[in-house]
């Protein structure tokens, strides 16, 4: 019985260890990648590394998962390591005791750790040189072996073995040493690592810690394991010794050592600075931010090409190098993929290393002014809200929006001129003009639909936004422009796949801006700007729009070409003017030669198959005019064509007039035809301000004289209070001074009159003047009058014609 009951409690005592070793294993407890800190890789879209950062303790170390090492690795591991790993309880009590006695005998060192011991050494930093160390190693190699399971033990080791200067893990080290993922190691690959971990420090030629540079940290020089180390080599042939007893029927008898494989002494790949250094910094921001920045495995894969983004570092240095004698030192490039919305390239400065231009600061996110790069999307609105089609004529002439006077920016102004003419030459008068009849949304609310950050109030800007008076990143304004390219959507930028990824999987989060008709129309009229190198629109097509800012502080290129938008700014990222900075002499050649470059690679695919746009037409119109034509008109061309939406009228600056073909004087009434030497002629008819612009640019417009005009004869001046009450015009006069919203201060001591000038149709003679309702006296179209208000307060001015067309000016006079 005394026997019977110690065979029980020592089967209760067994199963109490069996079910507390249960209970060790299936508790929960902690993963062993979760304690060590790991390197963040950094991948292009093909699978090239583009960088490797160091880990927090300034180690290179992936966690690559046991199935993505390549099998030769691991055999070959375990070969030179620990035969038994799969066998042992994480201590193999022989080859300790083997090792004690080779030791005792004076012999040659002989290693008698296992794997999982030389696992918990690392984990927990022990020095096993002493015995009181070593018994620390044994118990917490068993304390692993009952938490962790042997596939567990096997990949945190492969993970953190050391593997020369600051390389950990068979993951970066395939990364360093051969440029590959540790799944494609070759077995000549697979000797030479497998060796290392026992002596790195006599086995890798460089014993220099891999450095880092740069307020992230990167390695600038790599470790090699050259064929000519002798003490790698000796060990390379003990471990194929025993490779080929194990595997005879793959090897043959006595076949020769693989030769030592091709390994790189040359750098740690550092590509693309800017765009790695940003996402670095995305995924340490945390969670939310992380998970579309770094994927599960730790790695991040962007969405960046390499090819491409060397083709833009190239071709910049190339051309800041030319232009050094005109001061160009810096410039910025993000090339977009718009059917993905997949950044390809990110060229943050022209220099990362060049402290003199601040070369670490990322360009494609600073906020500037976008000059006349803006104006595409005007155009565009313009084109949905039915204001005009591309030969829609516009003005180009001095004019006033309240206080604000544009000017272009040769300082002259050019007349009537076709809207795809006026953007392609971007005047500034016509945009803002449109700008100013803008409804739902105008320029300011597009900007703000398209999450342009930190805009100030519309009324900050005014018009003054049309010009570049707010402020955009090269980022924002690619987004922008892609909007274009995507017939009329608006979608976020993607820099990862995993960004990408949770895009395409949101599409709530694209909204439509522009109809299609109208982004298409856009760059059909941005791709007639003609080239400055050629003279001619750029074919293959490519629509592009510059910008200059205020004080030439900024000059920028953007365009889509292709698949693909390009943004390039060129200047100083301290803001400093230079009157190089000029959007088609400083930027658009750099534009160009990228947009030649890539093509030249074949690295642009083209244009995806366009989309069928049910209310796309092509028009006759008339060329000089853009109207319908009718039977005056001269020369006739097509032009695109909203249905429902383009404006359609005829010409009313053309018109058949009799003349007196000996006196040339118009002949007037029912029977000027058939009055003896009648003929017909073809008139312009354009209002004051045009014809003098016209005879300023020595181009006079054919003029009648006596023209008979079809409008009601002009009224008496005594009924000043009836002309004061006729309502606007189409061809009505248009007062240009004094502006309007204005303010005028009026000094009593020195009194100074106010200067009353206004714009009429073609034929007027007269302009009558009114403040309120008293008469103040008439002017010539175009010229001034004088007018000293008599009193400080509010006036209603009102300018009325020959014909009672009038426009009316609100003032204030205030006293000084």
Known sequence: MLCLGRHRRAVVALGLLVLGLVALRV??????????????????????????????????????????????????????????????????????????????????????????????????????????????????????????????????????????????????ASLVYFHHDAARISLPEALALAVIPQNPAQRVASRTAMAATGPTTMATAAPSIAGGNAALEAARGRLWAVWAAAHPDATGAGAPLPRMPALSRGQLPFAAPHLTDMLIGQAAQGTATDTLVREPDGAIHTTLDLPMQRTLERVMAEYLKTRANVGLRNASALLLDASTMEVRAVVGSADYRNADIAGQVNGTLGKRSPGSTLKPFIYALALDQGLLHPRTLLKDAPTSFGPFTPENFDGQFIGPVPAQDALTRSRNVPAVALAARLSQPNLYQFLQLNQVSRLASEAHYGLALVLGGGEVTPEELARLYAVLANGGVSRPLAYTRAQAKASREAPAASPRLISPEAAFITLDMLQQTPRPDTGAPARPAIAWKTGTSWAFRDAWTAGVFGRHVLVVWVGDFEGAGNPAYIGLDAAAPLFLRMVDALRAQRLDPGELPPSRLPDLRRVEVCASTGALPDAQCPARTSTWFIAGKSPIQTQSSQRAVWVDSRSGKALCGPQAASAPHARQVIVESWGSDMQRLFKQAGLPRRQVAGACMDQPPPPEVATGAAMAAAAPGAEAPSISSPLRAVRYLLDPRKPQPLQLRADAAMGMKTLYWFADDSLLGHSAPGESLPWLPPRAGDYLLRVVDEHGRVDIRPIRVELQ
């Open 27 to 172: 508790a929960p407890h902690a993963s062993l990648r979760e304690r060590v800190s790991l390197s963040t890789p950094l991948y292009d879209r093909h699978g090239t590394l583009l960088r490797l950062t160091l880990a927090d303790d300034q180690q290179y170390r992936l966690w690559t998962p046991l199935e993505r090492i390549a099998p030769e690795v691991i055999e070959a591991t375990l070969l030179y390591e620990d035969r038994s790993f799969w066998l042992h309880p994480g201590v193999n009590p022989a080859a300790l005791v083997r090792s004690a006695w080779q030791m005792a005998r004076g012999g040659r060192r002989q290693g008698g750790s296992t794997l999982t011991m030389q696992l918990a050494r690392r984990l927990h930093g022990l020095d096993s040189s002493s015995a009181t160390g070593k018994l620390q190693q044994i118990a917490a190699a068993i304390w692993l072996e009952m938490r962790y399971g042997k596939r567990e033990l096997l990949e945190a080791y492969l993970n953190t073995a050391p593997y020369g200067s600051n390389i950990e893990g068979v993951g970066a």
